[in-house]
Each structure stands twice: as C-alpha cells, then as structure tokens.
C-alpha cells in the first residue's frame, strides 16, 4: 500500500466514509514545515530561564537522584 499511495515518512494517510459505507484512502503530502505547524503548541506560561539556572536545576535534580539511590 505504501508504494500505491508513493507514500514518503512526512505524508499523513486521510479517509472519508462514504454514505454506502465506503472508505476513500488518500495520501496528504506533507512539508516538515506543515507537520510541525500540525503539532500543539506548548503554552508559555513560566519566563525563559537563564543557562546558569537550568545548570543549577540539573545539579539539584541529580543530586536529589542520588541521595535516594544510597543506603
């Protein structure tokens, strides 16, 4: 089936039903670009954090990790 609809990784499969119960299958083709914009958006709602903030976030995580791993 990939090869009859030329199928390539960024198309998306569509269907229709038909009133007699028919189902239509076609290939939408896709760009990366139209894919991503298909993707829901993420809301902001925390401020962007700085490098060194993200740096210290991992460090703690990593240290709270361990701290439970230890007898």
């Keep these: 089936m990939i090869e ?3 199928l390539r990784p960024s198309d998306q499969l569509v269907y229709e039903i ?3 119960g028919r189902i239509i299958l076609s290939a939408k083709t896709g760009t990366f670009a139209s894919v991503a914009a298909s993707l829901p ?5 925390a401020p962007a954090r700085s490098v060194e903030e993200m740096k210290s976030a991992v460090k703690a995580m990593a240290l709270k990790r361990l ?5």
């Design 4 to 6: 009859a609809l030329n």
């Design 18 to 20: 038909e009133s007699d």
């Design 67 to 71: 701290s439970r791993t230890k007898p």
């Design 41 to 45: 958006r993420k809301a902001k709602t």
